[in-house]
């Protein structure tokens, strides 16, 4: 678990060091102190990325050329440093040139008001969910996902130049590898949409709430073969790949409903509270009780039997790290409050 986190530069916090000692970990402050700032580092120091931005340089803190985090946890010491040079991921101060041989020394599961978009925002935002949450659990995911990105690049680089009677041999090998990789992508989004659901419904007290998520995609797998391969036309007239791994989604279903237009917004929070915590069932049946939760914002916005619910649920997890902008008045021994005030 967490023992320590250092921050340097990282958003509104120029220099920061925490010493955790409790499994629950209580962070209290005025709106804009940088408390979601510090979770949002304890996720980036678990996969290497940002839940807030994709624009990773939003991070360093203003006017400043690097922003690095370093955590310690009861096994290893975990470090990255971000620049324009770009990131240095260290484990136990040895440099680790992929982001593959670096991931999975802690595993986080993050709830925020951003996740709220898993149901009303974009499918990319739905993609980036999917895989961020594989990539934690399953490396050979992570491995096809940048073997996928890299192909997808390329592809797209020769489609901004390449007109329709040139000869299409590097389109097509491309493509084909495109194919490939989206199946075996698709096979494991599917394969884990089905594990959460089997969770989903496992977990669900009440017969009334019944959530599922259902994968889509524009072409199956036949047609998109058959796109890749015979309509390249259409894409070098678009300059860009318009099929394959990086445009399928899912959606989220309450009551054989489309979530996103029939539930309400309190059903909407507690279905993505319900989904997150299915990912970290499911991340404990893979063998990793030593999950940490991060909860931005969360409580709070619950009526009281739900936050009831959710307490119980904490208790049971290894490090659980909240954060309040009202102070919530739970005091237990297991309990640090962090008063940003006094940092
Ligand atoms: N790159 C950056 N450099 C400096 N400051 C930044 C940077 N990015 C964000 N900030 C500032 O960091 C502050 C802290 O944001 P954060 O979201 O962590 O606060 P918070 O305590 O969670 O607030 P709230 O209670 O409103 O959720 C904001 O005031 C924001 O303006
Ligand atoms: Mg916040």
């Known amino acids: ?142 491995e096809l996902l940048i073997k996928y990105n890299k192909i997808l690049k390329q592809r797209n680089i020769l489609l901004k130049k390449i007109k329709v009677d040139d000869d299409f041999i590097m389109l097509d090998i491309l493509g084909n590898q495109l194919f490939d990789l989206t199946i075996k992508i698709r096979e494991k989004r599917i394969d884990f949409l089905n594990q959460l659901n089997c969770i989903l419904l496992n977990n669900q007290k009440d ?16 047609k998109l073969l058959e796109h890749y391969l015979n309509k390249q036309n259409n894409d070098i007239l678009h300059k860009t790949t318009q099929v394959g791994a990086h445009k399928d989604d899912f959606i989220v279903n309450l009551n054989h409903q489309l979530a996103k237009t029939y539930a309400s917004q309190g059903q909407i929070r507690l279905i993505v509270i319900h989904i997150k915590t299915a990912i970290l069932n499911l991340i404990n049946q893979q063998g990793n009780d030593n999950v940490v939760l991060l909860l931005d914002d969360v409580l709070s916005e619950l009526d009281e039997e739900n936050q009831k619910e959710m307490i119980r649920m904490l208790l049971n997890m290894k490090q659980v790290f909240i954060t309040s902008a009202v102070p919530l008045g739970i005091h237990e021994e297991n309990i640090q409050i962090i008063n940003m005030e006094d940092i």
């Open 207 to 222: 017969k009334n709430f019944l959530i599922e998520l259902e994968y889509k995609h524009h072409l199956d797998n036949k």
């Open 1 to 142: 678990m967490i023992k320590k986190i250092e921050l340097k530069n990282f958003r509104i916090h120029k220099n920061l060091n925490i010493k955790i000692n409790k499994p629950i970990i209580l962070i209290e402050g005025n709106n804009g102190i940088g408390k979601t700032s510090i979770l949002e580092s304890i996720y980036f120091i678990s996969t290497t990325k940002s839940h807030k931005t994709n624009n990773e340089k939003d991070i360093i803190r203003k006017d400043q050329e690097f922003t690095s985090v370093l955590v310690e946890t009861n096994d290893y010491k975990l470090g990255i440093t971000l620049s324009k040079k770009g990131k240095h991921l260290t484990v136990n101060e040895v440099t680790k040139k992929k982001v593959s041989q670096y991931i999975g020394y802690l595993k986080v599961v993050m709830f925020s008001p951003e996740d709220l978009n898993l149901i009303k925002g974009s499918p990319q935002e739905r993609r980036f969910f999917m895989d961020a949450e594989l990539s934690q659990s399953d490396l050979e995911y992570l």
